[in-house]
Structure formats: C-alpha cells, structure tokens
C-alpha cells in the first residue's frame, strides 16, 4: 500500500470519526538550556522497530500471522497526546549506593568534556537539570513491586490545560527498553503554573537519556472522565449486551480483522499548531505524523470471511448522562467466584504514600506525591482471575535477559481453562524490539467492558505499582463498540524463568476517555525569549531616557 493510500484511510470522511474540541493545550518555556527540545506529539516518536514491523508473518498461517502492527488499541496508546523530552543528554550512574550525574557529553563523570578552551560551559549544570534522592527501594518480590523514584528530571516546560483538565504523564506507552521508568503523574494542569519535573526509576546501573528523547508521555483528560464510578454486574443485569458479546465472539473468532474494520474509531492526530485559533480537523497534517502503520488494515480479506456489520449494534447501554459508569459483566455462573474489577484506589500498598512523603526534596519544588497517588487512584484495576504459573521453556531458560526464544516459549499452569492465559509468537513484535526476541504472554479476564457511549478505554501497566515479572502493554480499545473481554498482552520479563502470579494480582489499569473530549491541539510559548525581548525593550527605553 502506497503513503497516501496510507494517508486516505487515516482521513477518510466514511469512518467514524469523534467530534472534535476545540479547547488545547499549551506548553510555555520557562528557563532551561536555551536549546531544549521543544514538545512534540506522540505520533512523531513511533519506535524504530515498530515502524520497521512488517504487518504480516511469512512463516505463520493466515489469520495468525497478524503483528502488533495492525493492533489498534495499541497503535492509538502510542499516538496519545504529546512527549515531554529531555532537555540534554543526561548520563545516570550509580555508584556505591549514590546516583551521579553527568550532562552533555561528560559521560565519564571526570568534567573534561564540559567547558570550551575558553571556559564557557557546553552543557547546564547537572543540579539544574537533576535532582537525586537517597531512597531505600523496598525488596518485594511480588509483581507489583510499588518502587520509589531515584531523582527527577526538570524540564523548562508548564503545561496549561483548560479548566476541569488535569494532564497525564506517564512513561511512553509501549517504550519497554528496560533503562527506565517514569513514574504516572495526575497533574492538575489548569492551576499549577510551574515547569514539570519528571520522576524516574532507574532500571540499570547506568543510564544515558540522549537529548531530545521522550522521558514522559503527556495525556490530557477532562476529571469528570477519570472519575467514572466502577461497577460490575452479571450479564442478567444486561441481557442485551450478553447477546452483542457473543455475536462478537462468533465474529472474532471467523474473522481476525472484525474490531480493526467494523469497531474501530479512527483518532485525530495531536498537532502543534502556531494560532489555536486553527480550524481543528481529523488529521490536519495529512496524516504523517501517525508513521508508517496502516491504521485500518491492507485489504486482502485473505481468508478472512464475509462481514457481520458492526459487531456491538445490538448493544444497549443502559448507563445515562446521569449516571455513567465503566461497568464490567460476565456470565452469572461465574459471577460469586470471580474476583472484581475495582477502583484503582484500592490497590495502592498500605505504607506506600508515607514512603514517598520521607523522600527529601521529592515535593520540593512541586506536588510531587499527591501527583503520584492521584495517578494510581483513577479508573479501575482488572485483577488476575485465578493463580497462573509462567515457566520459560528449558530450550529457552538462561536467556531470559533477552525475552527467550522464537517459538512458543511459555508453559503455563493454571486452574481455570487451559487457552485463557497463552504466550504468542515473539515475531508478532518483530526482530528489532530492543528485547527481541520478545516474550509476550496474554492474560485474559472473563470480564466483559462496557463503558458508557463514545468513551474509549486506556489500558495499561498499573501506574506506580513497577510491574517486575509480568509488565503489561497499553492499548486504547474502543469497548463502547466492542463488546469483548479484557485481553491484556504483557511482556514476560527476563527476571525469571519461572513465576507463580497469586489471584487477584493486579494486571491492568482502565483508564475511561471520553473521545468528544480527547485534546488534539497544542501551542508552544517561549516566555524565556518574551522576557528577554522585554529586558532589551526595557534598556533601550532607558538608553533613550538618558539621551
């Protein structure tokens, strides 16, 4: 398929398309190296190797040699909201329990590459740039492991979102090179007029973040969506929806492609524009800044069957503007055994807010921990149905530092049906992952999603908890079209070549967004260059007073 084939699908009118808002975001500067990388959309920093991925295996049957190239949950994940970028290169380096720190080019930490002959600095001072914390990390071994940030990054950048909007940031979705990782912030956008600072936790010994890398990804969202009450009820509760769930099913299971052409709502793409006076539409930019995914498939049908239409018009929610809620279902024979759905609030550890209040200078500069816990409060977590144990194949042990191998690499044990839980071929995330060959494991959950109308669904590894075994991948599904249950492919991690995950362990994060209300426009402001003409105004006007 040729680019503007590509880019004729992204914009085409006859999809479904959201309404647009015309409300933005704006990013000012504020200080900072006068070089800093400026914030960019989501869309322009597709992973190489995701861009690279072919959307079909050759060696693997039609229709299981679809890659996460046609995963649109995923896709759309990638492409929300904006990256804030590290300012300089910045090197991270522990060393007999203290973090050092070294920017631009002195990647040894000895000051040789830092001044010109003359003495002019070439890079900032790295206590402008990184604050590091003395924190004891606590030595759980449970998945969600609950770890403390190690410093913070500060960049030169406010955000300033309309009213009733708070801003996510969190690690760029999907980004699991293994280095390190942002801890989710809830900011409250529309009030705090300060640059962000970003707390990471370092996942190796030493770090290089290069300059202009994406440290965070930032989403807005409107608080009456992230504040969704959860409910779940048994299918008897809805026999509607039952019905449309099953007709997904029969769908699903002749078709590979039903959720990709019939379900899917394509997403505007975000954009920096100069006036936000702008007229906001579909992909302004033409599309391009989305990459080299095809977003709604290639067309060959191969085997793929005939079309049922769109698979959830028989759904009726029975949510009102009233009273929405992000509501799950499932069959009433499982309803009394299966655990719930429940608020993210309550699967924070006991202890872990004081934790975060003891480390020095974490909320010196801003609300650091109330930004953290706020993050973990939203939506719901979606919990493990029953024990699951994760064996790497013996070819395969040994090389778990790299994911494992090319096949089916997992064995896994659990009480519940056999094909519930499986692994999938590691070439669905192809040869150039940076932890290729990449061990993906799917656990699903009986539970079927159903959001209130025109509300997307972010799926995602829960913030804060710093999932060590099982780290699950990000996807934002259109469930108010699709009918389906949580399937949440993760990575198995090369901590271990075997692993029991306990019942109830939380697996994923829902994050209900209302997609009339998705903010796709942004503004850049460079206040630092305001000041300064305003100081050279201020001389001249002085020069002219004394003449």
């Known amino acids: 398929m040729t680019r503007k084939k590509e880019e004729e699908q992204y914009t085409n009118d006859s999809l479904h398309t959201q309404t647009m808002t015309d409300q933005h975001v704006t990013f000012s500067r504020r200080g900072g190296p006068p070089d800093a990388p400026k914030p960019e959309p989501s869309s322009a920093h597709i992973p190489e190797w995701f861009r690279t991925l072919n959307q079909s295996i050759d060696s693997l049957p039609i229709p299981v040699d679809k890659t996460a190239k046609l995963c649109m949950p995923l896709n759309d994940a990638m492409r929300l909201g904006w990256m804030l970028r590290a300012p300089a290169t910045i090197t991270l380096r522990e060393r007999g329990g203290t973090l050092e720190v070294s920017v631009g080019d002195d990647r040894n930490g000895d000051g040789t590459d830092d001044v010109e002959d003359d003495g002019r600095a070439l890079a900032p001072d790295p206590a402008d740039l990184v604050t590091t914390f003395d924190v004891d990390q606590p030595d759980a071994d449970r998945n969600s492991a609950f770890l403390l940030p190690d410093c913070t990054i500060s960049t030169p950048w406010t955000i300033d979102t309309p009213q009733g909007y708070s801003t996510l940031l969190t690690h760029p979705l999907n980004r699991?090179?293994?280095?390190?990782?942002?801890?989710?912030?809830?900011?409250?956008?529309?009030?705090?007029d300060d640059p962000i600072r970003v707390p990471i936790h370092l996942e190796a010994e030493t770090v290089t973040i290069e300059a202009g890398e994406p440290i965070a990804q930032v989403i807005?969202?409107?608080?009456?969506?992230?504040?969704?009450?959860?409910?779940?009820?048994?299918?008897?509760?809805?026999?509607?929806?039952?019905?449309?769930?099953?007709?997904?099913?029969?769908?699903?299971?002749?078709?590979?492609?039903?959720?990709?052409?019939?379900?899917?709502?394509?997403?505007?793409?975000?954009?920096?524009?100069?006036?936000?006076?702008?007229?906001?539409?579909?992909?302004?930019?033409?599309?391009?800044?989305?990459?080299?995914g095809k977003r709604d498939g290639d067309g060959d049908g191969e085997g793929e069957g005939e079309r049922d239409g769109n698979p959830s018009s028989v759904a009726e929610n029975d949510s009102t503007d009233d009273d929405p809620s992000l509501t799950y279902y499932c069959?009433?024979?499982?309803?009394?055994?299966?655990?719930?759905?429940?608020?993210?609030?309550?699967?924070?550890?006991?202890?872990?807010?004081?934790?975060?209040?003891?480390?020095?200078?974490?909320?010196?500069?801003?609300?650091?921990?109330?930004?953290l816990l706020a993050a973990m409060a939203i939506g719901a977590i979606v919990p493990l149905p029953e024990r699951l144990t994760v064996r790497r194949r013996a070819s395969e042990a040994g090389g778990a530092g790299r994911g494992g191998g090319r096949n089916s690499t997992l064995e896994l044990e659990s009480p519940g049906e056999e094909d519930r839980h499986h692994s999938q071929n590691p070439l669905k995330m192809g040869e150039d992952h940076p932890?290729?060959?990449?061990?993906?494991?799917?656990?699903?959950?009986?539970?079927?999603?159903?959001?209130?109308e025109n509300y997307s669904v972010l799926i995602c590894s829960p913030f804060n908890h710093f999932q060590r075994y099982y780290r699950a991948y990000a996807g934002l599904g259109d469930f108010d079209r699709y009918p389906t249950t949580a399937n949440t492919p993760g990575l198995f991690t090369g901590r271990a070549d075997e692993r029991s995950f306990p019942a109830e362990m939380p697996v994923a994060q829902h994050v209900p967004l209302n997609r009339d209300r998705i903010l796709h426009t942004a503004t850049i402001v460079d206040e630092t260059e305001d000041e300064a003409e305003t100081e050279n105004e201020d001389e001249d006007e002085d020069v002219v007073d004394r003449e």
Not at 280 to 291: E, Q
Request: glycine share 4%.
């Open 220 to 292: 807005p969202v409107d608080r009456r969506d992230i504040a969704l009450p959860t409910a779940a009820k048994p299918f008897s509760d809805d026999p509607n929806l039952r019905k449309a769930h099953i007709r997904c099913s029969e769908a699903s299971t002749r078709r590979k492609d039903v959720y990709r052409k019939d379900a899917w709502v394509p997403k505007s793409t975000p954009r920096i524009v100069s006036d936000p006076g702008e007229a906001d539409s579909p992909d302004s930019d033409g599309g391009a800044s989305r990459g080299e």
């Open 331 to 371: 069959f009433d024979e499982r309803y009394e055994s299966l655990p719930n759905p429940s608020p993210a609030s309550e699967y924070v550890l006991e202890g872990y807010e004081d934790e975060l209040r003891k480390i020095d200078g974490l909320d010196a500069e801003q609300p650091t921990t109330d930004w």
């Open 435 to 452: 932890l290729a060959p990449v061990t993906l494991l799917n656990v699903n959950s009986e539970w079927v999603i159903d959001p209130p």
């Open 176 to 192: 699991d090179e293994m280095r390190f990782t942002v801890s989710g912030m809830l900011a409250e956008t529309d009030a705090y």
